[in-house]
């Protein structure tokens, strides 16, 4: 993984981990929950690219069988790049939800994102 990208989720899981949720949490038990907020973090970036996709990208996406192929990532960068304002997209949907998990102490499952033009 890109080491931007790498910092950009740990430094998310980092703020979640600083709330009051996580008070009671031994660092070890701290350590083992980054661990799942870095999958979950991860999996947001996804699911919040898919949200903002349009049908013919979709399809392009699932013609794909196996999205790890450096191919289907240079599509995925290629379509994130093509949605205007992704990164602000990206930072106000991982602001909310570190700021919930923070709260909370709790992950919650991925639901589909809101989409650009919503």
Same mark, same amino acid.
């Given at each position: 993984?890109?080491?931007?990208? #790498?910092? !950009? ?8 981990? =600083?709330? %009051?949720? !996580?008070?009671?949490?031994? %660092? &070890?038990? +701290?350590?083992? !929950? +980054?661990? &799942?907020?870095?999958?979950? !973090? ?13 049908? =013919?990208?979709? +399809? #392009?996406? #699932?013609?794909? /069988?196996?999205? @790890?192929?450096? #191919?289907?990532?240079?599509? *995925? ?5 093509? *949605? /205007? @304002?992704? *990164? ?16 909370? @102490?709790?992950? %919650? =499952? %991925? ?8």
């Amino acid at each position: 993984m890109d080491p931007q990208i #790498e910092k !950009f989720l740990s430094d998310y899981a980092a703020k979640a981990l =600083a709330g %009051p949720g !996580f008070i009671a949490f031994a %660092p &070890k038990e +701290k350590e083992e !929950f +980054k661990v &799942k907020l870095l999958d979950y !973090f991860s999996d947001l970036i996804f699911d919040t690219l898919l949200a903002n996709l349009n049908e =013919a990208q979709l +399809k #392009e996406l #699932e013609a794909f /069988p196996d999205l @790890g192929t450096e #191919e289907a990532q240079q599509k *995925i960068a290629l379509f994130s790049a093509s *949605i /205007p @304002g992704f *990164i602000f997209i990206l930072q106000d949907r991982f602001d909310k939800a570190a700021e919930e998990i923070g709260r909370t @102490g709790k992950i %919650p =499952a %991925p639901l589909s994102a809101p989409s650009q033009s919503s």
